[in-house]
Structure formats: C-alpha cells, structure tokens
C-alpha cells in the first residue's frame, strides 16, 4: 500500500470519527452533558483516532521489512555468484597447476 494513501485514508477516519464525537455531545441531555462524559467521549475518540495512527504505521513498518528482505535476498545471491565465480577461478588454476 501507499504511505500516502494511508495517510489520507487515517485522516478520514479522524474527521469521521470527530463528527461521531460531536454528535454524541449533541445526542446527551442537559444534565448529561458535563466534564466527565466529554473527556469520556473524548478519551475514546483519542483511542480510536491512536488505533488508526499504529495501524498505518504498522502497515508501513511491515512494507519496509519486505522490501528489505527483497533487498538481503538479492544482495546474498550475488554474493554466492561472485563466491561461485572465486571457486571456479581458483580450481582452474588447480587444474592447470596440475
């Protein structure tokens, strides 16, 4: 997946989860709506809003450890054919010792 696409896709979600936040405030009555139901409200707003946040960026750590895993693999495979290419050289000279 695109970072950037994340991104957008996770402020999204904030603002939608923004508007929920304020009609739940709109939805309390009068004597409900006091300083413990806001921060109630809030604290889990924050926590859905902190979910999203270490969901993109979990996404992005595990699309950075493929690539470089990618990248170890490649770079192991032409070691192996430069170590071949040392082997070869060393029997022929072997061979013409011989």
């Given at each position: 997946?695109?970072s950037r ?30 300083w ?7 604290g ?21 450890s ?13 070691i ?19």
């Amino acid at each position: 997946m695109n970072s950037r696409k994340d991104w957008k896709l996770l402020f999204q979600f904030v603002i939608i989860i923004s508007f929920a936040f304020m009609v739940f405030l709109a939805l309390l009555t009068e004597e409900q709506q006091n300083w413990v139901n806001f921060f109630g409200i809030l604290g889990t707003v924050t926590t859905l809003v902190g979910f999203g946040i270490a969901l993109v960026q979990i996404q992005s750590v595990k699309e950075t450890s493929e690539q470089t895993r990618i990248a170890v693999n490649e770079s192991i495979q032409k070691i192996n054919q430069f170590t071949s290419i040392a082997d070869l050289s060393r029997s022929v000279r072997l061979v013409v010792e011989v």
